[in-house]
């Protein structure tokens, strides 16, 4: 993945991806300010940190899908129409989210009034509409032939698991999920109502499952094999390119696991931080395997190198 076979050239950025990045820094200064200021608890945690995590998790994801959408050889229509779908919904599902902080509302199922129920709709419709246009991302990128074989893999392996990790989030919404709150339609926990005892900044529960692990494991793909991508092959010469990119599927194929483990181990009622020894297996099972593919690998690797 160098800078001759990956240009990422300014004018080669997604500009409504790039200003969309922009404005979530600006909110996430703006969020922190509101951290400092403003007492109100919501749901048990700080009324502004929701918006804030969300902020930072735009920046994120804005800023790494303007830099994929270098990586195309070409310019594509229909990849730069998504970006902008992902844009007006990220910005609708964020003026929902500040709003509902500033007025001392839970925006995530709350259909306590007719506004309430509004807003949460247009948040539902919004985030399924951001996964469409993913996927859309995700097939231009998978049919594209991009020449760093290493980079093009960690990218779509990245888009594919980060959808992965949106799904996580479905039994969120599910009728099983509601609380028995009166106009509540849905939870995070399981087990468990939102807003106990939770992990510092993140808020996973830890006397019940949670079901954001295995989503906000399953969302950062999109960050993690692209960068995994990136430090093979800095390693250059001392890996042979059909290495790099076995260790990248044996890489995301354990990235997938975990968060499907994470999900399910939520799903049970089980605290992240307090996993059961079904759990424990299941996670000693994926590590083991990913240690033994992985040595496979590089032994094959080193015996090509002494050839």
């Known amino acids: 993945m160098t ?14 991806l790039l200003v969309l990045a922009a404005a979530m820094a600006v909110l996430t200064i703006a ?9 109100r608890i919501v749901t048990g945690a700080p009324v502004w940190l929701k918006p804030f995590k969300f902020s930072v998790s735009f920046v994120l994801y804005a800023g790494t899908l303007a830099w ?12 730069e129409w998504s970006t902008v779908v992902i844009v007006a919904m990220s910005v609708a599902e964020m003026v929902v989210i500040a709003g509902q902080a500033a007025r001392g509302q839970t925006s995530h199922y709350n259909q ?17 509409a951001l996964f469409v246009a993913q996927i859309v991302i995700a097939v231009v990128v998978l049919r594209a032939r991009i020449a760093d074989r290493v980079a093009a893999l960690g990218v779509r392996l990245g888009l594919g698991l980060s959808s992965l990790g949106m799904l996580a989030a479905v039994p969120m919404v599910l009728p099983t999920a509601a609380p028995g709150i009166d106009n509540i339609a849905g939870a995070h926990s399981v087990g468990t109502l939102d807003g106990g005892p939770g992990l510092p900044v993140l808020g996973w529960s830890t006397v019940g499952g949670d079901l954001r692990a295995g989503h906000f494991v399953g ?3 999109l960050q993690a094999l692209p960068l995994l991508a990136l430090l093979l092959a800095r390693l250059g010469g ?8 076995g260790l990248l599927r044996i890489a995301g194929t354990a990235y997938g696991a975990v968060t499907v483990v994470l999900t399910w181990q939520a799903l049970r009622g089980q605290p992240v ?15 083991a395997a990913t240690a033994t593919a992985a040595g496979v690998y590089l032994s094959a690797n080193r015996k090509a190198v002494t050839a």
């Open 219 to 221: 969302l950062h793909a």
């Open 112 to 128: 306590t009034s007719a506004l309430n129920s509004v807003l949460w709709n247009v948040m539902a419709v919004a985030i399924m």
């Open 273 to 287: 931080v307090h996993p059961d020894a079904l759990t424990l297996t299941a996670l000693a099972v994926i590590v």
């Open 31 to 39: 969020t922190l300010a509101g951290l400092a200021a403003d007492d």
């Open 238 to 245: 001392r890996l042979a390119q059909r290495t790099q990119i």
């Open 68 to 79: 994929m959408l270098t990586l195309l050889p070409r310019r594509s229509r229909l990849a």
């Open 3 to 16: 800078t001759t076979n990956m240009p990422v050239r300014l004018q080669r950025w997604n500009r409504p």
